[in-house]
Structures are given as structure tokens and as C-alpha cells.
């Protein structure tokens, strides 16, 4: 007999696996074909579940698979419930292989289900047309020569190209190579160039670089695989006709290279391989007994240098004491293979007599001709003399020194080598926390200039100019150097000896203040200069020693030392500054707010963060200041440069380029841009102009945007207050040349006027970002014509990294721009870096 337990048990027994094959995950498509070197939409589809968190598919050889976002699906059909959630992904086959997706878990809110595996052919790719990708795009790579020996410098030269018919862009022209098996130079910039092929005109981009290989064999480079934008189609009509682009990847050629194995090498072999000179050189070559002697090898050449270890090992007598420095090595900027390796070694004779340095001999492998070749110095014949009063006084005797000359190799001493100035490395945080200045909207602007026809105010700029002298700190220096050479130019080394000590105290006392020593009673020691300090202690001598001696070319060496040393002039533009030339008009534009500069409490624990070097944690404490006070230049360059260090150069320069924007002079917002640009690739246009040298830029980098709109305003206030003047004198009785000259007012309405047509052109230049919604797409992107990813039927354009336009508004974290020629679209919010908000 079946009890009602039982039947239950059995029914449940019965649609559990009718449940469970109901919650699935699969490929759509589940396989089949991918065209190779075209981005494919394929899709992860869940049934009847969703996934817990972005689910991520195991990495294939050749295939890329990037996720472009999910979306979800609930239908009921005659009360049947189906619930699907699709994860869609971009798959771009880059080599023409097959390829499988194996199988692999993944989380839902069902539990753990596997994705069974898949497999996918390739095929040719299809422009518009039905042509094959290959005869619209093509890359290669090519090798000169084809057989080189190990070690041997080489020519590699990658070129893309594709047909004028597609209206190709290479975006940014940004590609990633494995160079293994070979060590390899960056590739320069590329250089455009025009061909033909398949009987239609072409254009690419050709780079070169040199690499070499260590070890001997036959080698099949790995390929180059390069985005690139090609144009499908047209649409709309006559004027609103827009050119539609699709992406795809291009592989390059891969070539081989034959690496043969050196011969046999001599016992002195240096394992340098390519074509070098050595130098050598003596200085002085009769010296005395304890007068120091620098023999300096120098090597120079194209070669394997990241192979060479360095230069030959020397010998001398035992008569001299040695000091060897370190090797220094000086690579030339930008290559690998070009580089210059010296050494100094200083010998201090302890004895006297005629000794010869032996040559030095340095044997390579030279590829040219294919044999080993020896460079050989010229031997060296020093003659020491006897000890000069300097040296025996200032040099002990050797003690283990005797009249035997025979020799021995020299010590390794090891003495520092002089540091290099560093670079390309973000500099320290900014701590000052003032706020920039915020462009005005047009209404508040024009507000503003009408104010100028209701206020009176008076300007002195003669009196502006001499104290923005006075308070200037090059003042004293640029007057001691005008005392410096008429005192020099007046001075005789034959004077009495009691004019010549006067003279030699004056100079000394002026040339402190010009080099801006600080210290009451200055040596030698304090200055950095090394031709000052010759002079300091020739003049100190002169002074203080017995004999009172100064050398006879002294004025001469000392006039050239005072050309050399120049000093900032004085920057007319200071007298323009707002503090100086309309002191109250400074005071009274806080008031109605022209020239608000406020400023916030900055939290110290983002800048401590940094400082002990936790990046990710700075980040966050710089973007959280940023968000709450987006004028903070110092908190966008600070966010900048701890991006920097987490290796996000993409965003870093967006956020350098809104610092630069809101505060241009500061010399560390202007390096962090520069090096960041350089690292991501890309800059705004109008920025690009700022930062080349000229005369027009540097003029426009004094000040941000914001206030040169505000010098537009005082320019006008000058103006309106002028003509103010000028008629409220007009209706004097007296005639307007005898109580007030004409000339003086005519002269503040033509500042006004140039100030005022400076101030205009000087923020036209920063562009669209000088407006306060302007925004910098800071990747790669895509431009939209509705703010939705939903609608596949929608025209797209690419969208290049470091373009600006204006946010016209915001729809569900969506941003419409407006750029300069007046296209219009949308772009996720996350995509963008404001400017000013």
C-alpha cells in the first residue's frame, strides 16, 4: 500500500531533474564560425538564473573576449514564467587558428553551473563591399638583414596600410609586440606615407627599431596585431551625412631570421659585438710627486651594449697611489644600442722619475667584416718631477712605496660616480590648498562689464610698476651684478695693494648677494659654481695669505664668470598684476565676487598615504576632494600624480590637463601634464598649443582662463572709468588741456584697450576648456547619437582619447557633448573628467 509520504516523495523524485534543466548557461552562438581580425558579438546566456558578479570566461590563445555589458528578459507566455539574463562580449579572433572555449563554472544565484566548451572556425573577415579584410588592410614586418650573428644590431621596420577607399583612422596608433625572443629599442613615432596597392591607392603608418639576439638558431618573430577603424557606410543626406566606421584588427607578417653562432673567440675576447672606438687620454703628463694624474678610457660605438660588461683592466707601477671610480655609462637618449662607457682613474705619483702607461687593448666581434677586431691605445710616458710645496703639504708619502717599477693590477676602490639629474618620474605632492578661479557663465560676465560704466575707481600704473620692482626678489641681484661690472671694469690688478684689498671685499660682498648666498661671511665651500668658487678662492687668498697674490687673468676670468651669470629682468606683466595696478579695485571685486579666491581645509591623510606609499589609498583621498571641491587644482594634480603611480596614465592625464587648465603657472602642474600626455599618448588640442614654446603661449600660460576673463573686466572698468573722467571734465568751465593732461587719460584708455584685446585672444586660446562645463574623454571611445547601448541599429563614431567639448546635459548617467565643429553625442558619464565641476 503507497502512503501519501511516499507519493510525495516519488513526485518530487520525478521533477527535480525537470527543475535543475531548467537553470542553464550557454554560448549563443554554441559555436561555429569567428571572421578573424573583426570584433563579433558573442553572447552568455543564463536560464532561469543570474550570475554573481561579471562572469569570466578562461583567457584563449588568439582570442580576445571582452564584456560589453548584460542585460535581462522576463517574459510570461500562457503562465509559463522564463526569466534570462545575457552577458554580451566582443570576441576578436586576432590569428587565423581554431580555436576552443573550454568548459568552466560559474557562480549564480542557482549555485555553481558549467558552460559546456565550444568551438569556433575562422574565416576571412568582410568589409563593406563583401572584399576581405586582407585586401582592404594589410601589415608586415620586416627584417634587415634577414641572417644576422649573435649579438649583431639589426634593422626591424612594422608598417600598416590600408585603402584610401575606406577612409582609414589609426586612432592612436598604439599596438602591443612580444619581442621575444629578441631585445629590442622602442619603436619611433610613426611616419605617414602613401602607396599602391591591388590598384587602389594606399595609406599607413611605417615605425622602426633595432633589436638583437643572444643565442643562435632560426627565429619566426612573433606578429604585430593593430586596431584599426575602416568606414562601412554613409548616412543621411547631402549636408547631414554621416561616415559610419567599424573596428578591426590587423595581424603583420611574421618573418624569420637567421641568428648565426659566433666563431671561436681569441682568450681576451670582450663579448661586445658591432663597431666601437677607444680613446684614451693623460692629463697632465709632467706632473710632480703627489699632483694627481686622471687617465680616462673611453668607449664608444653601436653595439650590444646591454652585453658589455666594461672596459679592460689597466696596469701601473707600484710608485703610484689609485683611485678608481666606478664606470660611468652614458646610453644616448632614446636607444639601446648607442651608448658611451668612460673611466677616470686617478694616479697620485710618490716618486720621481719617467714611467710609461702600457697600451690598452679591447678586442670585439665586428659584423661588418665578420672577424674579431682589437683596438689598441697608444702607450703613455709620464715624467714626474719633484714634489711641488702644494702637493708635499697636502699629499702623505706613500710608505710601501719603493724605487722597484714593477707592476700590478689595479685595485678595485670603489668611489661613487656624480649623480645624474633624475627624470620622468612624477614629482611630490602640492600642499597649497587655494581654489582656481571658475569661468563666469556669459550673463554673469556681461553683468560684470556693465558694472564699469556705474563705478568710478583710479589706477596708478607708474606706481604699480615701481613697487611690483621694489617687492620683486631679483631687485638686489640684477644691482649687484650692474656694481659687480662697473667695479670690474674700474679695477686694475696693479692698483695698491690697499685698493686692490677693498676692491677684492667689495667684489665679494656683491657677488654673495648675485649668486644668493645667504650667509653673512660666505666661503667657497657655499657656492655650487665651480668657476665662482675658483674665483672665491684666488680672492680669498689675495686676501688673507701672506704673499697677497692674485692671479693676472683674475678680472678677466671674473668679467666672463658675470656675463655668464645672468638674472631675470624685471617681468613687466607684474605691474599688471591685479594687486598692484587697481589695488582697490582688487578689494572692491571681492566684494561682488570677480575675483573670489577661496580656499578649503585639505585632509593630510591622502598626501600621508602617498608618502608612505600606499597609491590606492591617495587615490581615494585625492578623488573625494576632487568630487567635493573640483576648482581644487592642487587636489587634481595630486589625484594625477597617484594615478600615475598605479600605473593609470590614461586618467592621470585627463586630471593633469584639468589642473593645467585651472592653474598654468604652477612649474609641477606643467611637468606632471607633459609626462603624462607622454605616457597615455594623447592631449587636448588647444592644451598641445600651450605647452609648445612661443611667445603667444607663454603669454596665454601666465593665467588660467578664468582670469583672463576677469582682466577683461578690469580692462573695461579702465576704460568706462577713463571716460568717465574725460567728460565729467568737459563740462568745466576751464578749458580740459589746462586742468588735467589730455595725454594722461588717452594713455589709460589705450592700456585698457591693449590689456582688454590681450585678455580676449589670450582665453580663446584654452578653447572649449575654458568654458565651465567643459569635459576630456579620457579613453578610448564611442561617440552615440541616443543615450542608450541597448539600440544596435544606432550610428556610432569612434571616439580618440583627449577629445573636449561642452556637457549640454545629462540623461541616467549619460552626457551629451558639443564639440568645436559642432557634433553632438552622447558618452557614458564614467568616460568623461570635467573640468571645472
Not at 589625484?639 to 593609470?648: G, K, N, R
Request: overall charge neutral; proline content about 7%.
Amino acid at each position: 500500500m503507497i502512503t501519501m509520504r511516499t507519493f510525495i516523495k516519488s513526485i518530487i523524485f520525478l521533477l527535480l531533474p525537470i527543475a535543475l534543466l531548467a537553470q542553464s548557461v550557454r554560448w549563443d552562438p554554441p559555436g561555429g564560425t569567428l571572421p578573424v581580425g573583426e570584433a563579433t558579438g558573442l553572447q552568455l546566456i543564463f536560464d532561469g538564473c543570474e550570475p554573481k558578479g561579471n562572469p569570466n570566461p578562461p583567457k584563449v590563445a588568439g582570442l580576445t573576449l571582452q564584456m560589453n555589458g548584460q542585460s535581462s528578459n522576463i517574459s510570461i507566455i500562457n503562465g509559463s514564467y522564463s526569466h534570462t539574463v545575457t552577458c554580451n562580449f566582443a570576441a576578436l579572433l586576432t590569428q587565423k587558428q581554431s580555436v576552443d572555449i573550454p568548459a568552466f563554472d560559474v557562480e549564480t544565484s542557482k549555485g555553481t553551473i558549467t558552460v559546456k566548451a565550444t568551438h569556433f572556425d575562422p574565416v576571412g573577415a568582410k568589409v563593406s563591399g563583401g572584399k576581405s579584410l586582407d585586401t582592404a588592410a594589410s601589415s608586415r614586418i620586416e627584417v634587415n638583414p634577414g641572417s644576422v650573428w649573435e649579438g649583431q644590431v639589426f634593422d626591424l621596420t612594422y608598417a600598416i596600410q590600408a585603402s584610401h577607399a575606406y577612409y582609414p583612422d589609426f586612432g592612436r596608433a598604439s599596438f602591443d609586440w612580444n619581442a621575444d625572443p629578441l631585445v629590442a629599442e622602442d619603436w619611433s613615432n610613426p611616419s605617414q606615407y602613401e602607396t599602391q596597392a591591388n590598384g587602389e591607392a594606399q595609406t599607413g603608418l611605417l615605425r622602426k627599431t633595432r633589436a638583437i639576439a643572444h643565442k643562435p638558431g632560426t627565429y619566426r618573430l612573433n606578429p604585430v596585431s593593430e586596431a584599426i577603424n575602416l568606414s562601412v557606410g554613409v548616412t543621411g543626406f547631402g549636408f547631414f551625412q554621416q561616415r559610419q566606421y567599424q573596428q578591426f584588427a590587423v595581424t603583420s607578417s611574421t618573418p624569420t631570421i637567421e641568428v648565426r653562432e659566433l666563431p671561436a673567440a681569441p682568450s681576451n675576447f670582450s663579448k661586445a659585438v658591432g663597431q666601437f672606438k677607444l680613446e684614451s687620454k693623460v692629463v697632465p703628463e709632467n706632473p710632480g710627486v703627489g699632483d694627481p694624474i686622471t687617465w680616462t678610457l673611453k668607449l664608444t660605438g653601436t653595439g650590444n651594449w646591454p652585453d658589455i660588461a666594461g672596459l679592460p683592466t689597466r696596469h701601473v707601477s707600484r710608485d703610484f697611489q689609485i683611485i678608481q671610480p666606478k664606470a660611468k655609462r652614458t646610453p644616448v637618449e632614446g636607444k639601446l644600442f648607442d651608448a658611451t662607457l668612460t673611466e677616470d682613474v686617478v694616479l697620485v705619483p710618490t716618486q720621481t722619475g719617467t714611467y710609461t702607461l702600457d697600451p690598452v687593448q679591447f678586442t670585439y666581434f665586428n659584423p661588418s667584416t665578420g672577424n674579431y677586431e682589437t683596438l689598441e691605445t697608444p702607450a703613455k710616458t709620464i715624467t714626474v718631477t719633484a714634489a711641488t710645496p702644494t702637493a708635499a703639504a697636502g699629499l702623505p708619502a706613500n710608505p710601501t712605496a719603493t724605487s722597484d717599477s714593477t707592476t700590478s693590477t689595479l685595485p678595485k676602490i670603489h668611489v661613487p660616480e656624480p649623480a645624474i639629474l633624475p627624470s620622468g618620474l612624477p614629482r611630490d605632492p602640492i600642499s597649497d590648498n587655494e581654489l582656481a578661479l571658475v569661468p563666469m557663465l556669459d550673463d554673469a560676465f556681461y553683468f560684470n562689464c556693465l558694472l564699469a560704466a556705474i563705478f568710478i575707481l583710479a589706477c596708478w600704473i607708474s606706481m604699480s610698476l615701481f613697487y611690483a620692482n621694489k617687492k620683486d626678489p631679483n631687485n638686489p641681484k640684477r644691482k649687484a651684478r650692474r656694481r659687480l661690472f662697473k667695479l670690474l671694469k674700474s679695477m686694475q690688478l696693479t692698483d695698491d695693494k690697499g685698493i686692490l684689498i677693498n676692491h677684492l671685499k667689495t667684489w665679494q660682498k656683491d657677488a654673495a648677494i648675485l649668486l644668493g648666498i645667504p650667509s653673512a661671511a660666505p666661503t667657497g665651500n657655499t657656492i655650487k659654481n665651480p668657476v665662482w668658487v675658483q674665483l672665491w678662492h684666488e680672492a680669498e687668498c689675495a686676501l688673507y695669505s701672506e704673499k697677497q697674490l692674485i692671479p693676472n687673468d683674475w678680472r678677466d676670468r671674473a668679467l666672463q664668470a658675470l656675463e655668464a651669470q645672468s638674472v631675470a629682468s624685471f617681468n613687466f606683466m607684474r605691474g599688471l598684476h591685479p594687486r598692484n595696478l587697481f589695488p582697490f579695485i582688487y578689494i572692491l571685486s571681492i566684494c561682488i565676487f570677480i575675483s573670489a579666491t577661496s580656499s578649503y581645509a585639505s585632509t593630510p591623510s591622502s598626501e600621508s598615504a602617498y608618502r608612505r606609499g600606499n597609491f590606492e589609498e591617495a587615490v581615494t583621498g585625492w578623488q573625494k576632494e576632487v568630487s567635493q571641491t573640483p576648482n581644487s587644482w592642487s587636489a587634481r594634480h595630486n589625484l594625477s600624480i597617484a594615478l600615475a603611480q598605479t600605473d593609470h596614465w590614461d586618467l592621470a592625464a585627463a586630471q593633469a590637463a584639468a589642473a593645467f587648465v585651472q592653474h598654468p603657472q604652477n612649474a609641477q602642474v606643467r611637468w606632471q601634464l607633459a609626462l603624462a600626455s607622454e605616457k597615455a599618448n594623447y592631449i587636448p588640442q588647444s592644451l598641445a598649443i600651450l605647452l609648445t614654446p612661443g611667445p603667444t603661449s607663454d603669454i596665454a600660460g601666465k593665467a588660467s582662463p578664468a582670469e583672463w576673463q576677469r582682466y577683461e573686466i578690469y580692462s573695461i572698468w579702465l576704460i568706462a572709468i577713463s571716460l568717465i573722467v574725460l567728460l565729467l571734465l568737459s563740462y568745466q568751465n576751464k578749458p580740459l588741456r589746462k586742468t588735467f593732461k589730455l595725454w594722461s587719460l588717452l594713455v589709460l584708455i589705450t592700456i585698457g584697450l591693449i590689456c582688454g584685446s590681450i585678455s580676449f585672444a589670450a582665453e580663446r586660446y584654452y578653447g572649449v576648456t575654458a568654458d565651465n562645463r567643459s569635459a576630456i574623454i579620457w579613453h578610448q571611445s564611442t561617440l552615440r547619437s541616443i543615450p542608450t547601448e541597448a539600440d544596435t541599429a544606432q550610428k556610432t563614431i569612434p571616439l580618440t582619447a583627449g577629445s573636449t567639448g561642452i556637457a549640454e546635459k545629462s540623461f541616467l548617467g549619460w552626457i551629451r557633448l558639443r564639440f568645436e565643429n559642432g557634433q553632438t553625442g552622447w558618452v557614458r558619464k564614467e568616460e568623461c573628467v570635467f573640468i571645472w565641476k
